[in-house]
C-alpha cells in the first residue's frame, strides 16, 4: 500500500514540475490536430490599415495609405493577409507579386484559367472567336 502512494506522489511531483513542457507539448498536439482537421484559430486582433503597412502590406500598386487611411476608413484591415504574408516570407518576393500567387491559386483552385480567366469545365461554351485560339484562314 505504500510504494502505490510513493509511486503517485513520484508521478504528481514530476508532472508539476514538466507542467510547462506538458502544456506546451499539448499546444503544438492540438495545433497539429486542428490543422489537420482544416480548423484555423479566429484572429485575437481586430488589426487595422495601418498594422498591414507596418508588416509591408502595401505598395504602390495597392497603396493602403492613399486609399483607406486617408480617406478614414475603420474597417479591420486586410483579408486573408496571413496567407500574404507566409507566401512573401516562403518566396521572398514582395506584397504585389505575393497577391498575384494567391489569385492565381484561388483562381485554380477554382477550376479556372490563371492566364486568361475562362473556365477550365470542358462543358463551358463560348460564343465568338476564343481568346486562345489564332485566325489563320
Known sequence: MFIPL?????????????????????????????RLLGYHLLPTSIGSFEDDIED??????????????????????LKDKEEILKIMKKQKCSFDEARLIRQQRLLKKNNIDP?????????????????SSSSSS
Open 56 to 77: 509591408g502590406l502595401s505598395s504602390s500598386q495597392f497603396d493602403l495609405e492613399s486609399q483607406n487611411i486617408d480617406q478614414n476608413d475603420h474597417r479591420a484591415g
Open 115 to 131: 492566364a486568361t480567366g475562362l473556365p477550365l469545365d470542358p462543358k463551358f461554351v463560348t460564343f465568338g472567336p476564343s481568346p
Open 6 to 34: 510513493a509511486i503517485f506522489v513520484i508521478i504528481v511531483v514530476v508532472c508539476f514540475l514538466l507542467r510547462k513542457r506538458i502544456a506546451d507539448l499539448a499546444n503544438r498536439g492540438a495545433n497539429q490536430m486542428n
